[in-house]
């Protein structure tokens, strides 16, 4: 099989793993309120749920990356990931007790981690071009799956029979219907996912071939001089006059004495190191870690991944008690909305993928900002204390649910994106990790100041309003900071990050 169909169907298989990702937090999140109402679950149990499940992907983010990192085996990672995935989903479809519930929703989120490996595979295989396109693409599959979820989800809610001591009902399809499709994707990873080789390899592969015909014309060249040189004389008059017309010797012994002294300097200038090169390679990793993610930049984007997601959790724990509150939704409706609102948030990401071929990725992340503000300002004057008749608040919440769902893409799509371009490609896996252990405990933070705060919505839009002003002051302040590093400015950064490290690390 050649290279390009390899790499088709492994895209293809990346985008059906965030396409199950996000059919499984729609055909969940509609349900799982009134499932914990069943197993006599307090108000709060929902916002440990949720953050559970975030939680245990914030752990195990970092590690799949390092892993992928070290090994490049992401077809492996993701079949060992996607185990955790199946058992979560098995627990949740069991639900004796609200405490299984909440560990099915842990366990499950720790195969949500191989996110990490697989962002830093298609950062080291696509170019710094294409990334934002390629990252808009597979955002774009998980919110396709968020928009096919709810229409699953009208059918999983008409279930009522037994499997076994089992009930299926509208509560625990959900698991079941879950716990089959991760077990599906098994033998699809395993005959249409191949690790791709690195972008960097491909064009090193390049660099030689030229190389090698470089060298062989530079071989010719060489060897028409000592042809021409054959015809010279032993001696030319510069070697027999000096500078200053004196005879100039050459002496064995001389010759011989000084190569010696230069061996015994260059032994006296590299005394041994008393560090270990595990010490060494160890101590390194720590501190180029440490330069890369306190960097302006980084920070800034680390950040505007915790606020928006945590804006953006907060808002969707809020939504089911609200409708239930003042429109009476249930199962149904829900559902209805949630595909909606991923039918939107679809639409956004490819005008996004379209719109990144154009402008810079910091434009489109002001963009998001700005979306993003609007729809908190509205949410703060209209959603914390709707007014009006029903028609008119219904009007009220969707216009805000709208500008919300709209913002993300803009936001999502530029943030991981320039991520990408500003940390070493080397180490991608690990640092995608790091970014989305950010955005797991945002997601955990998230729902439970929500969760906590649902009788006092000014207080809880006030803090999210408060967290996209400083946002937007950080984004501002440090807005030519945010471009991809020209290649000098990279190797001249590398160079002296490298010498520092090793001279911290050499002096332990």
């Given at each position: 099989?050649?290279?390009?169909?390899?790499k088709?169907?492994?895209?293809?298989t990346t985008?059906?793993i965030?396409?199950?990702?996000?059919?499984?937090?729609?055909v969940?999140?509609?349900?799982i309120w009134?499932?914990?109402q069943?197993?006599?679950a307090?108000?709060?149990?929902?916002g440990?749920?949720?953050?559970?499940?975030?939680l245990?992907?914030?752990?195990?983010?970092?590690l799949?990356g390092?892993?992928?990192d070290?090994?490049?085996?992401?077809?492996k990672?993701i079949l060992?990931?996607?185990?955790?995935?199946?058992?979560?989903n098995l627990?949740?479809?069991m639900g004796?007790?609200?405490w299984l519930?909440?560990?099915s929703?842990?366990v499950?989120g720790?195969?949500?981690?191989i996110?990490?490996?697989?962002?830093?595979?298609?950062t080291?295989c696509?170019?710094p071009?294409?990334?934002?396109?390629?990252?808009?693409?597979?955002m774009?599959?998980?919110?396709?799956?968020l928009?096919i979820g709810?229409a699953f989800?009208?059918?999983?809610r008409?279930c009522?029979?037994?499997?076994?001591?089992?009930?299926?009902?509208k509560?625990?399809s959900?698991?079941?219907?879950?716990?089959?499709?991760?077990?599906l994707?098994?033998p699809?990873?395993?005959?249409?996912y191949?690790?791709l080789?690195?972008?960097e390899?491909?064009?090193?592969?390049n660099?030689s071939?030229?190389?090698?015909?470089?060298?062989?014309e530079?071989e010719?060249?060489?060897?028409e001089?000592?042809?021409n040189?054959e015809?010279?004389p032993?001696m030319s008059?510069q070697?027999i006059?000096?500078?200053?017309?004196?005879v100039v010797t050459?002496?064995?012994l001389k010759n011989?004495?000084?190569?010696?002294?230069n061996?015994m300097?260059n032994?006296?200038s590299t005394?041994p190191?008393?560090?270990t090169?595990?010490?060494?390679k160890s101590?390194?990793?720590?501190?180029?870690?440490?330069?890369?993610?306190?960097r302006?930049e980084?920070v800034?984007?680390l950040a505007?991944?915790?606020i928006?997601?945590?804006?953006?959790?907060?808002?969707?724990?809020?939504?089911t008690?609200l409708?239930?509150?003042y429109f009476?939704?249930?199962?149904l409706?829900?559902?209805?909305m949630?595909?909606?609102?991923g039918?939107v948030?679809?639409t956004?990401?490819l005008?996004?993928?379209w719109?990144?071929r154009?402008?810079?990725?910091?434009?489109?992340l002001?963009i998001?900002l700005?979306?993003?503000?609007?729809s908190?300002?509205w949410?703060?004057?209209f959603l914390a204390n709707?007014?009006g008749d029903y028609p008119?608040?219904?009007t009220?919440?969707?216009?805000?649910?709208f500008?919300q769902v709209?913002?993300?893409p803009?936001?999502?799509?530029?943030?991981?994106?320039l991520?990408?371009?500003?940390?070493s490609e080397?180490?991608q896996?690990f640092?995608?990790?790091?970014?989305r252990?950010?955005g797991?405990l945002?997601?955990?933070?998230g729902?439970?100041w929500a969760g906590g705060l649902?009788?006092s919505?000014?207080?809880?839009?006030?803090v999210m309003?408060?967290?996209l002003?400083?946002?937007s002051i950080?984004v501002?302040?440090?807005?030519?900071q945010?471009?991809e590093?020209?290649?000098?400015?990279?190797?001249?950064?590398?160079?002296n990050g490298?010498?520092?490290c090793r001279?911290?690390?050499?002096e332990q």
């Amino acid at each position: 099989m050649d290279n390009r169909r390899k790499k088709r169907l492994t895209y293809f298989t990346t985008g059906l793993i965030f396409l199950l990702s996000g059919v499984e937090y729609a055909v969940i999140l509609p349900t799982i309120w009134r499932y914990l109402q069943t197993l006599d679950a307090e108000p709060y149990f929902l916002g440990l749920t949720l953050s559970a499940f975030s939680l245990s992907g914030l752990l195990s983010g970092p590690l799949f990356g390092h892993w992928s990192d070290r090994t490049l085996a992401i077809k492996k990672i993701i079949l060992f990931g996607n185990l955790f995935e199946i058992v979560g989903n098995l627990m949740y479809f069991m639900g004796y007790s609200k405490w299984l519930l909440l560990s099915s929703r842990f366990v499950a989120g720790i195969g949500a981690g191989i996110g990490s490996s697989i962002f830093g595979a298609l950062t080291r295989c696509t170019a710094p071009e294409d990334r934002a396109t390629v990252f808009a693409a597979v955002m774009a599959c998980r919110q396709a799956g968020l928009l096919i979820g709810p229409a699953f989800n009208i059918f999983l809610r008409l279930c009522d029979f037994h499997v076994g001591p089992f009930l299926v009902d509208k509560y625990t399809s959900p698991g079941l219907f879950m716990c089959l499709m991760w077990t599906l994707l098994q033998p699809v990873v395993v005959f249409m996912y191949w690790d791709l080789p690195p972008i960097e390899n491909v064009k090193a592969k390049n660099r030689s071939m030229n190389s090698n015909e470089e060298k062989t014309e530079q071989e010719l060249v060489k060897d028409e001089e000592e042809n021409n040189e054959e015809e010279k004389p032993l001696m030319s008059s510069q070697e027999i006059v000096g500078s200053y017309g004196s005879v100039v010797t050459s002496s064995p012994l001389k010759n011989h004495t000084s190569a010696a002294s230069n061996g015994m300097l260059n032994h006296i200038s590299t005394p041994p190191s008393p560090v270990t090169p595990e010490t060494r390679k160890s101590g390194f990793f720590t501190c180029s870690m440490m330069r890369e993610f306190l960097r302006e930049e980084v920070v800034v984007l680390l950040a505007a991944q915790f606020i928006t997601l945590f804006n953006q959790t907060a808002l969707e724990t809020m939504v089911t008690p609200l409708t239930q509150k003042y429109f009476n939704f249930g199962e149904l409706e829900n559902s209805v909305m949630y595909c909606l609102a991923g039918g939107v948030v679809v639409t956004g990401f490819l005008f996004v993928r379209w719109l990144s071929r154009h402008v810079a990725e910091r434009v489109v992340l002001v963009i998001g900002l700005s979306i993003a503000n609007i729809s908190c300002i509205w949410c703060l004057i209209f959603l914390a204390n709707p007014q009006g008749d029903y028609p008119w608040q219904l009007t009220e919440f969707i216009i805000g649910i709208f500008l919300q769902v709209v913002g993300l893409p803009f936001v999502a799509v530029s943030q991981v994106s320039l991520f990408s371009k500003i940390t070493s490609e080397k180490t991608q896996g690990f640092s995608q990790g790091v970014r989305r252990s950010v955005g797991g405990l945002a997601t955990i933070l998230g729902p439970l100041w929500a969760g906590g705060l649902t009788e006092s919505m000014y207080i809880m839009m006030g803090v999210m309003m408060g967290l996209l002003v400083m946002l937007s002051i950080m984004v501002a302040f440090s807005y030519h900071q945010l471009v991809e590093p020209a290649v000098e400015e990279e190797l001249g950064y590398s160079e002296n990050g490298d010498s520092t490290c090793r001279q911290s690390t050499e002096e332990q």
